[in-house]
């Protein structure tokens, strides 16, 4: 049996580095008294998984992990448990049981939705963003752990619109194309004509495709 | 914006933003205005290091038992962030409320090593806080306590108290007179005044006179008329560690930390009596936690912060008297639940196969054995009750039980040391190596690996050794040169040394006066700081900040002194007499040892303290 969990991401906590959420997570997960699953070898560890890496200094509405265990567990307790196990800014918003055959939620994940909030520059971002969605295609560079890479930032976007000052957009996220915010920010300011404008970004989901082609939350796919 | 959000301004802009976000488990958040005295706990280091610090987790754990009191953490900004802050003008900050140093009430400070205190003054400047005692009308008292303190001269000019020995039941005596002293509205230094009395373990540099020999020694140092300071103060010192306060939740840091697990203080103090050792003089007598208490304490720190690693600390841990049972009790209860039990500063004598049996049951590290000396002769000058055999059977055993890691640690620059004793290290290292070869092969680990690691020796105060001049820079040169040549000889073994220049600067300032904090002062000036990182150690600045303040560095670190000589520390009481000192100094100018006073007390002056060595 699988838990998978869906929490948030708030306040300071958005400058836990991924690495260190791992450890972190670990280390909650021990003082639950939930029957984890351990991996075998010379240091187990709890097997659990992390879906779609967050940026340090971003927020978010909608994390995933998931971890393994031996037996069951009810649902109340699982929630319970590891709300207690986690500070207020990483709370805990559902849990879900999934079968050990159930494919990863890392795998699942596609897209992801963020709300991005620019510090100013709004009526330039606003209209750079019209201009963006009109166009077929923009190139831009994704920094790599080999260097940088030519992506069309255009293509990997799949929606983007402007709101009362916030840019709610969902981009493309697997192993081989992936937009994150700060790409597609100096994107805009670049069509912009301006500086890049600092901003906070908060993903508000991860999303897969179903068997149908219906495009739904990790947590929400039945395959 | 308030000053949390211009902090988070600059996290983009730091490596690991997580040594400044606060907020992690189990820190303390208390509502300011239901608190009567705010506390900051400087460590003067990264939060790494500073978080790996036991006496930190203690005090912090007993200060936060109290309604009345808050206290939170504070680290010295890694030199990236420092330099943003001062450019944002952002001040320092604590960890938990971001709160401005400056306005809290009480300032502690850990003394962990004398190359900590450029941090020291770098962290008042960052803080806004005057360096001088003598210049501050409000803000914190700046209170300096830790091993460093029972030589507080160098540092006496920035303080307004430095608290000696245990610090349990003192901090809780500075949170009580602070109150008093603030409901009675007396002026700053009637709060100095009254800690002399009331707080143990107190001193106060502002209230001594100090007067010089023409030669440049110590006169006296004596308290001024009427200040009711005494002439010689006295440590403060917690009998019964069992029902002490010990931390029942521990903060649970996000990024790693150096000791990234529960530390668990067995017992304190030592009574080996090594003669080189600080640690093992002044913090005397040897006071042991109760097994059940052990126990307990770890059943509530694995299931409040879900660490998977207990370390057993003490200056000594082999000599915990219990030991076998402990460890096997910990191994028993903790082992379902993938809980590892380490043993750190392995003492080989104490060496227990059944114990390393126990310990390898979940873990099996590199062995650590420190001889110190390689001859038999400079062990005996030392007071490092080992023999040769004594190592070779420890080893032997660790090697025949799976073992194949062994460090062994050496010091560099003993009193008395000749070319001899450095030989005698390889020769240690060769049948070292021997015992492992001389094991079967189907029986042992394969992967040998012996480090050998030599620091050079400073002398510190408060010990036998606080008369003795550090060997200078040349001929430890050619020592460190001696012993990698012969040790390159050796398949399997690796030799790691420190540069001297650093162990040459904890010298002058382990045992300096007064007049050395007019250095500090010069080398901050000149962008000292963080001077035991080696990618910060700034010579020129520190050879400049001598040359300006026209001091010789040498009268400080390798100048012999003679036994009647009015040491700088010499009005600092830490536990042991300068008579034993004195004794001790002499046997070991005549390569005589002294038994540990467990078989038999040795009268190390320690009988004087009410209550200690019952």
Same mark, same amino acid.
């Given at each position: ?13 958005r400058f836990v580095s991924h690495l260190d959420l791992q450890r972190f997570l670990q280390r909650a997960l021990n003082r639950t008294c939930l029957p984890i699953a351990f991996s075998k070898g010379f240091n187990p560890h709890p097997i659990l998984s992390i879906a779609g890496a ?82 077929? %295609? $923009?190139?831009?560079? /994704?920094?790599?752990?080999? !260097? ?6 255009? &293509? #990997?976007?799949?929606? *983007? ?36 404008? %600092? $901003?906070?970004?908060? /993903?508000?989901?991860?999303? !897969? ?6 495009? &739904? #939350?990790?947590?929400? *796919?039945?395959? | ?100 140093v400056k306005s809290f009430d009480l300032l502690g400070i850990t003394l962990m090593y004398e190359m900590s205190y450029t941090n020291i003054l770098k962290s008042l400047h960052l803080a806004g806080i005057p360096l001088y005692q003598k210049d501050r009308k409000d803000g914190p ?474």
């Amino acid at each position: 049996m699988k838990l998978v969990y869906v929490y948030g991401k708030e306040g300071r906590m958005r400058f836990v580095s991924h690495l260190d959420l791992q450890r972190f997570l670990q280390r909650a997960l021990n003082r639950t008294c939930l029957p984890i699953a351990f991996s075998k070898g010379f240091n187990p560890h709890p097997i659990l998984s992390i879906a779609g890496a967050l940026a340090m200094g971003y927020e978010s509405d909608y994390e995933v992990f998931e971890v393994k265990i031996e037996g069951t567990v009810d649902k109340s307790t699982a929630l319970e448990t590891m709300k207690n196990a986690l500070p207020e800014d990483m709370p805990i918003k559902q849990v879900i049981f999934r079968d050990d055959t159930f494919p990863s939620m890392m795998s699942l994940v596609k897209m992801a939705d963020y709300e991005i909030t620019p510090r100013d520059s709004l009526p330039e971002l606003q209209s750079a963003a019209s201009a963006f969605m009109r166009t077929e %295609s $923009f190139m831009g560079l /994704r920094k790599t752990k080999s !260097g940088e890479k030519e992506i069309d930032v255009r &293509k #990997l976007c799949l929606k *983007l619109e402007m709101q009362n000052g916030v840019i709610l957009t969902r981009l493309m996220l697997t192993e081989q194309d992936t937009l994150k915010p700060d790409v597609l920010m100096h994107s805009l300011c670049t069509l912009a004509g301006i500086d890049d404008v %600092s $901003f906070r970004a908060k /993903r508000t989901g991860l999303l !897969g495709v179903d068997r149908y082609g219906a495009v &739904k #939350l990790i947590t929400e *796919l039945q395959l | 914006m308030n000053l949390s959000d211009r902090i988070d301004e600059l996290m983009p802009l730091v490596q690991k933003p997580s040594r400044y976000i606060g907020n992690e488990y189990n820190s303390v958040i208390k509502d300011p205005e239901k608190v009567d005295v705010r506390y900051a706990f400087l460590f003067p280091d990264v939060y790494e290091i500073g978080m790996s610090h036991l006496g930190m987790k203690i005090l912090y754990h007993t200060l936060n038992k109290r309604d009345d009191c808050w206290c939170e953490r504070v680290f010295t900004p890694w030199p990236d962030m420092m330099k943003l802050m001062e450019q944002n003008d952002v001040p320092l900050f604590s960890q938990e409320s971001r709160t401005p140093v400056k306005s809290f009430d009480l300032l502690g400070i850990t003394l962990m090593y004398e190359m900590s205190y450029t941090n020291i003054l770098k962290s008042l400047h960052l803080a806004g806080i005057p360096l001088y005692q003598k210049d501050r009308k409000d803000g914190p008292f700046v209170i300096c306590g830790g091993p460093c303190a029972f030589n507080p001269e160098p540092l006496a000019p920035f303080v307004d108290i430095f608290t000696l020995g245990d610090g349990e039941r003192s901090i809780h005596q500075f949170i009580d007179l602070f109150k008093s002293w603030k409901a009675s509205g007396a002026p700053r230094e009637e709060f100095l005044r009254r800690a002399v009395s009331e707080v143990e373990g107190s001193y106060v540099p502002s209230l001594y006179d100090l007067a010089y020999n023409p030669d440049g020694t110590v006169q006296s140092i004596k308290p001024k008329e009427g200040s009711g300071a005494p002439e010689l103060v006295f440590k403060a010192l917690v009998n019964d560690l069992t029902a002490a306060d010990y931390p029942e939740k521990l903060i649970v840091p996000f990024g790693e930390v150096v000791h990234d697990r529960i530390m668990l203080e067995i017992f304190r103090g030592c009574t080996r009596g090594c003669r080189f050792c600080q640690a093992g003089m002044i913090y005397r007598p040897v006071r042991e936690r109760s097994m059940d208490r052990l126990l307990e304490i770890a059943e509530k720190l694995v299931n409040a912060t879900g660490f998977d690693e207990i370390s057993l600390m003490s200056l000594s841990s082999g000599d915990y008297s219990c030991l076998p049972e402990l460890a096997h009790e910990m191994v028993e209860k903790f082992m379902a639940r993938r809980v590892k039990i380490s043993l750190p500063s392995q003492r080989i004598d104490a060496f227990l196969k059944d114990t390393l049996k126990e310990t390898q049951k979940v873990r099996k590290t590199a062995l650590t054995l420190a001889p110190e000396a390689g001859t038999q002769r400079l062990r005996d000058v030392i007071n490092k009750g080992v023999t040769e055999e004594d190592l070779m059977r420890a080893v032997t055993d660790a090697f025949s039980e799976g073992w194949s890691a062994v460090k062994l640690y050496f010091m560099i620059g003993l009193p008395t040391e000749t070319d001899e004793d450095i030989l005698g290290i390889a020769d240690l290292a060769t049948k070292v190596r021997r015992c492992y070869f001389s094991i079967p092969k189907e029986q042992r680990s394969p992967g040998l690996r012996i480090t050998v690691s030599a620091s050079v020796f400073v002398p510190k105060p408060h010990t036998p050794f606080q008369w003795c001049a550090q060997i200078d820079a040349e001929t430890i040169r050619h020592r460190q040169l001696l012993l990698k040549s012969e040790l390159d000889k050796l398949k399997g073994v690796d030799y790691k040394y420190h540069e001297m220049d650093v162990s040459y600067l904890e010298a002058v300032f382990a045992r300096g006066d007064r007049r050395v904090s007019e250095v500090l002062r010069l080398a901050v000036e000149n962008g000292c700081m963080f001077d035991s990182w080696t990618e910060f150690f700034n010579k020129a600045g520190w050879d400049k900040a001598f040359a300006d303040a026209g001091i010789d560095p040498g009268f400080y670190s390798s100048r012999e002194r003679s036994l009647d000589e009015v040491l700088p520390w010499s009005h600092i009481d830490c536990g042991v007499s300068l008579a034993y000192l004195k004794r001790e100094y002499q046997k070991a100018m005549r390569g005589e040892i002294t038994p540990d006073c467990r078989k038999g007390c040795q009268g190390c002056g320690m009988t004087r303290y009410e209550g200690a060595c019952r």
